[in-house]
Nanobody
Framework: QVQLVESGGGLVQAGGSLRLSCAAS????????MGWFRQAPGKEREFVAG????????SYADSVKGRFTISRDNAKNTAYLQMNTLKPEDTAVYYC???????????????????WGQGTQVTVSS
């Protein structure tokens, strides 16, 4: 099990940028596939982006392709989500998630992840 703490959320105008961070506890961060999800009021939690253990593979939801970039620094036990050209529809609570993996694959479903952070609010004003 790994503990996850997100940071970097806030209020930004449409077209602006934010960088979310997800700090993980433990010494085996490189064994975990990482994902970012979001949940808007009244909606289900949805996949945003995922990255494989070593960072060689990434996956994105169609709604964020070309605007968001997921990355990780295994030496710092941290995953990141760089969000550019933000839109009001990106407003949500953003969650970091982790699952210990033996394969270098990216997971995109909420049920595939075992550990979750507490979430950080991102609000994009028009």
């Amino acid at each position: 099990q790994v503990q996850l703490v997100e940071s970097g959320g806030g209020l930004v105008q449409a077209g602006g940028s934010l960088r979310l961070s997800c700090a993980a506890s433990g010494r085996t961060f490189s064994s975990y596939t990482m994902g970012w999800f979001r949940q808007a009021p009244g909606k289900e939690r949805e996949f945003v982006a995922g990255i494989s253990r070593i960072g060689g593979l990434t996956s994105y939801a169609d709604s964020v392709k070309g605007r968001f970039t997921i990355s990780r620094d295994n030496a710092k036990n941290t995953a990141y989500l760089q969000m550019n050209t933000l839109k009001p529809e990106d407003t949500a609570v953003y969650y970091c998630a982790a699952v210990r993996s033996v394969t270098p694959l990216v997971r995109t479903s909420t049920s595939s992840y075992d550990d979750w952070g507490q979430g950080t609010q991102v609000t994009v004003s028009s």
